[in-house]
């Protein structure tokens, strides 16, 4: 896919999964959202405002076809919160952040009160699915999707795998053995598996665009491909949480923090109707501007008061993208700032939790990735120098702002903040601009009346 449509090499979502899904779905920056601090919990009456008008329902009102296959994680506490409410006709998966893989349950950081089944056939719990991988079980799901559909109307599928996220905290990466056998030559056994947890939704991926190929459909399609933050590796175990084995090599951070690893993910496009495919975009873009992409494709005007960029001109026919600055993060509660202008960032801030701990190094584990499979002469890959010889500038980020070149150091190795008082004091009056919008946001304590014994066992709206 990647091979033949456009790598998107300057491509960035938000730190995790809920602020990144709300962003992808309004097309806004999830400040204005007040989802950008931490995740949506199942337990918590917090969601995205039923107000704000979803892609999948200006789509809907254009005549497509609207599928929600596997997560949503943008609130549930209300039945009008949840998928077939916001603009979807159907709608299989599950409304939590991570799940097991098999029984459905989410577990991690919940008491076991709030343990409840949560796999949902439109309004339905999907009790008879039990048993069955969910990546296979999603990608199987979204085929018949594909295969049911009337060609002749326009279709908007989002297929949204919980893989390769954790499962739960026993077992937190759960894949089928016949995966995990295709890499012998990892020596490393969680990075064997994550690579077989990959590999699964690999797989789903082709079976996609075999499906749509099939239907005689992929001619007038577009596919896009989205991580929806960086990964999470070894170093989730010093925050408390089970560890998928991902790793962000070469870049600094991981998932839920502001640097490069944490916000700068994978991403292609594969579409006959790309002008000028197989290549790589270094240019900047942000998961907000699929909205305002997907709706101009779909021929309905950019609505008021949306962050993100048409860019289908930039992807395709490789003009200049209109993006120059990315509002990454607002944070009061976490006291996070960071903001991509042109080639500079501005951090400011670094969560640290109650142990001490912050993710905000360059992250490996013994046995784990190996750079010798990394071919540096790759299309789309990212060089740095080496982590040990490189010449670095620190910065106590907690107390001052930080300044990173990131076109010549991706790794924000440099602190260049004292060379560059000019840009930091510019990019401090964006930030103080952004501010204005932002509304406030953070977890709330769980709702007793979600618990299992009130809820029939299962992971389902409780609240009028």
């Known amino acids: 896919m990647a091979n033949e449509g456009v790598i998107l090499n300057s491509y960035y979502t938000q730190y995790m999964c809920t602020p990144s899904?709300?962003?992808?779905?309004?097309?806004?920056?999830?400040?204005?959202?007040?989802?950008?601090?931490?995740?949506?919990?199942?337990?918590?009456?917090r969601g995205l405002d039923v107000s704000v008008k979803l892609l999948p329902e200006?789509?809907?009102?254009?005549?497509?076809?609207?599928?929600?296959?596997?997560?949503?994680h943008l609130g549930m506490y209300r039945r009008v919160m949840t998928p077939l409410f916001r603009g979807f006709d159907s709608f299989f998966g599950c409304y939590s952040g991570q799940n097991d893989y098999y029984n459905y349950t989410p577990t991690v950081l919940l008491p076991q009160i709030f343990h409840r089944f949560d796999?949902?056939?439109?309004?339905?719990?999907?009790?008879?699915?039990?048993?069955?991988?969910?990546?296979?079980l999603f990608n199987q799901k979204a085929v018949d999707r594909i295969m049911d559909h009337n060609p002749e109307d326009p279709l908007f599928l989002f297929l949204s795998h919980i893989a390769p996220h954790w499962a739960n905290a026993d077992d937190p990466i759960q894949v089928p053995q016949k995966y995990v056998d295709r890499f012998p030559h990892i020596v490393n056994e969680g990075r064997r598996k994550y690579a077989g947890a990959v590999a699964a939704l690999d797989d789903s991926v082709g079976a996609v665009i075999a499906a749509l190929k099939s239907k005689g459909m992929y001619e007038n399609s577009i596919v896009v491909f989205s991580s929806d933050n960086g990964g999470a590796g070894l170093e989730n175990t010093l925050g408390g949480l089970p560890v998928t084995h991902a790793?962000?090599?070469?870049?600094?951070?991981?998932?839920?923090?502001?640097?490069e690893g944490g916000l700068r993910v994978t991403a292609c496009i594969a579409s006959p109707?790309?002008?000028?495919?197989k290549r790589v975009s270094n240019q900047l873009f942000h998961i907000?501007?699929?909205?305002?992409?997907?709706?101009r494709l779909a021929g309905i005007g950019k609505p008021n008061e949306i962050d993100g960029y048409d860019i289908w001109d930039s992807i395709s026919r490789d003009r200049p993208s209109p993006r120059t600055e990315i509002l990454h993060q607002i944070d009061p509660v976490w006291k996070e700032y960071a903001l991509r202008w042109n080639q500079y960032k501005l951090v400011i801030g670094s969560y640290t939790n109650a142990s001490g701990y912050r993710i905000d190094q360059w992250y490996s584990e013994e046995d784990g990735f190996d750079p010798t499979f990394f071919d540096s002469t790759a299309k789309g890959?990212?060089?740095?120098?080496?982590?040990e010889t490189a010449q670095r500038i620190p910065c106590a980020y907690t107390e001052e702002p930080c300044l990173y070149d990131i076109h010549n150091d991706p790794c924000e190795y440099r602190n260049i903040a004292a060379d560059k008082p000019d840009i930091v004091g510019l990019l401090m009056v964006k930030l103080n601009e952004y501010n204005r919008t932002a509304l406030p946001s953070d977890r709330l304590p769980a709702d007793p009346r979600a618990q299992a014994s009130l809820t029939q066992g299962l992971c389902q709206p409780w609240s009028p």
């Open 273 to 277: 109707l790309l002008e000028k495919p």
């Open 21 to 45: 899904r709300s962003a992808l779905l309004t097309g806004k920056y999830p400040t204005r959202l007040g989802l950008q601090h931490w995740v949506l919990s199942t337990v918590e009456q």
């Open 119 to 136: 796999l949902w056939d439109n309004l339905d719990p999907g009790w008879n699915y039990t048993g069955q991988y969910a990546t296979e």
């Open 288 to 295: 907000t501007d699929w909205f305002t992409t997907f709706l």
């Open 58 to 72: 200006y789509l809907q009102d254009a005549g497509y076809k609207t599928h929600l296959v596997g997560k949503w």
């Open 247 to 259: 790793n962000n090599f070469p870049l600094r951070g991981a998932k839920t923090s502001q640097w």
């Open 381 to 387: 890959a990212i060089t740095c120098e080496d982590l």
